[in-house]
């Protein structure tokens, strides 16, 4: 299995505190069968994204791992003013493997409109944003068209492996489960912190979609598409997602349980 966004590098952001405990997490993803890290920093007003510390943290990593898991960094990036216009910059400085792909994080608290033209952007320029666990998020998962415009514009979904086990609540479980359903989600990763309070989660993930949704959809979600992703590749045909196409706009947002019935 790959990961594409994990909290690995040590006394960058809120993940593990010192390089022990960065060790302890990859050597959790070892044994649990995962064989490709992207280490995701933070990129936000809280955590200064120092792209020379985070490359040197790595470095120490692979030499502490040797061969055992593959390496490489990207960015868990906060969609604000500022950021973009470094990203406008240097856009290898934050995507996955200094590739096409970037991780695009959203504010509980409010997502501007015009943060639509700002993906739209990225297409253009051939970086592909991937919306990162937006069940988690009260705005989007109460906000469906927000997410289907985005699948409609080119963007992907990724979803939290603890998610499906109910870690982040029902409500959060409830929606990831939807939004598989709908075929709205192209990969899953565990957003690893630290071995206590967000652990690795991959081969949990892949157990449960194997048995909601089959073999090949564990397997696309949680092998194939990371694995394309972690090397840049373009991803293959995908299932058709469900509802997305625009709706007329509704008076009430209701339960997350309403939001995504079937």
């Given at each position: ?78 969609l ?35 943060i639509?033209?700002a993906l739209?952007?990225?297409i ?18 109460t906000?469906?068209d927000?997410?289907a ?50 652990p ?63």
């Amino acid at each position: 299995m790959v990961e594409i966004h994990y909290h690995l590098l040590h006394g960058v952001d809120d993940g593990p505190k010192d390089i022990e405990a960065s060790l302890l997490l990859a050597e959790a993803s070892i044994a649990e069968g995962v064989t490709h890290i992207v280490s995701t920093p933070h990129a936000n007003s809280q955590y200064n994204f120092n792209a020379e510390v985070n490359n040197e943290r790595l470095v120490e990593l692979r030499q502490h791992l040797s061969d055992r898991i593959t390496l490489a960094l990207g960015c868990d990036f906060h969609l604000s003013e500022e950021n973009l216009i470094e990203f406008d910059k240097n856009p290898s400085k934050f995507t996955i493997n200094k590739g096409r792909y970037l991780l695009v994080e959203f504010s509980d608290f409010g997502i501007p409109r015009s943060i639509t033209g700002a993906l739209s952007k990225m297409i253009g320029n051939g970086v592909v944003p991937i919306i990162t666990h937006p069940e988690r998020n009260i705005l989007l998962a109460t906000e469906p068209d927000r997410l289907a415009e985005w699948l409609r514009i080119g963007c992907l979904i990724q979803i939290t492996a603890g998610s499906l086990s109910g870690r982040f609540g029902p409500e959060a479980m409830s929606v990831s489960q939807q939004l598989l359903k709908k075929n709205w989600v192209h990969l899953v990763a565990s957003d690893a912190h630290s071995i206590k309070s967000r652990p690795p989660a991959m081969s949990t993930a892949h157990a449960a979609i194997k048995k909601r949704c089959g073999q090949e959809t564990a397997d696309r979600l949680c092998i194939d598409n990371p694995f394309r992703i972690f090397n840049g590749s373009a991803l293959p045909e995908q299932p058709e997602a469900a509802d997305i196409r625009p709706k007329r706009a509704s008076s009430s947002r209701g339960l997350f349980s309403r939001i995504f019935q079937s």
